[in-house]
């Protein structure tokens, strides 16, 4: 006798078929978001700049004499110790004929000429070696002498003098404070000898140049370097500290 058959059991769902409806629809969800989220960063940024203040145009004037002047600015390009203190050597040499020109062109007795004269025209000469000159250094010293030659060749022989303790050295009146002062102003110093310049022999001393020989000596004119009294000699410009150059005035 055969059984009757009963109805047929429904199939079950397939897991993977499962599993992949689920991942297709949080897909969906996902991207169905993804514009709002993505335009949060796609907005372009406005920045808003303060109001800067309009500044009236400036007028700058300068004047003729500087574009005109003689002292060129010697720009170094050395590339060793070496190189860099040869290239200030030669500026300075460059300088010191600079100066000499001029002094050649102020001949005739005008306020510039170099005296080259080996007599002494100090006028305090018979002074007391005690008390103070009208340049304020104290007599038949060595710097009141060497002021007085700045005075004299700047064309500067009587009162007010151009010259004086108060302009040159007012940190004090002994020859060994006369180059601080020259490096303190700025004024011109050099290993150069010139005309006219102020020697810094080393020491307490200073004297006037008189006269660059090409043999590589100058010719100093002085006081008290023998004591109170005028002298006049040839030394190695070599042996000389530093050539103070008369400062502008």
């Known amino acids: 006798m055969t059984a009757p058959r009963g109805k047929a059991r429904p199939k079950g769902k397939n897991p993977l078929t499962v599993v992949f409806t689920m991942l297709v629809t949080c897909g969906l ?4 978001g993804l514009p709002a989220y993505a335009s949060a960063f796609a907005q372009p940024e406005t920045v808003v700049a303060a109001p800067t203040e309009q500044l009236e145009p400036q007028t700058v004037i300068v004047d003729g004499s500087a574009a005109s002047s003689d002292v060129e600015r010697v720009a170094f390009s050395a590339t060793t110790t070496a190189e860099l203190a ?6 300075a040499r460059a300088l010191a004929a600079s100066l000499r020109t001029t002094q050649r062109s102020t001949a005739s007795g005008s306020a510039g000429t170099i005296v080259q004269s080996g007599d002494n025209d100090y006028p305090w000469a018979n002074a007391p070696t005690s008390g103070f ?29 151009k010259y004086d303790w108060g ?13 601080p002062a020259w490096q303190k102003h700025g004024w011109p110093v050099s290993d150069v000898p010139i005309a006219g310049a102020v020697a810094y022999t080393g020491g307490n001393h200073v004297a006037y140049v008189k006269e660059v020989r090409g043999d590589g000596t100058v010719v100093l004119e002085e006081y008290n370097y023998k004591p109170h009294e005028y002298s006049s000699r040839i030394v190695s410009a070599g042996s000389v500290v530093a050539f103070l150059y008369p400062p502008p005035r």
């Open 133 to 161: 000159s009208p340049l304020r250094y104290v007599y038949r010293q060595c710097v009141d002498f060497v002021a007085w030659r700045l005075n004299r060749d700047a064309g500067s022989t009587r009162a007010p003098f």
């Open 167 to 179: 302009f040159l050295t007012p940190g004090g009146g002994d020859g060994r404070q006369w180059l």
């Open 86 to 91: 040869q290239q200030k050597k030669d500026a």
């Open 29 to 32: 969800i996902a991207a169905a």
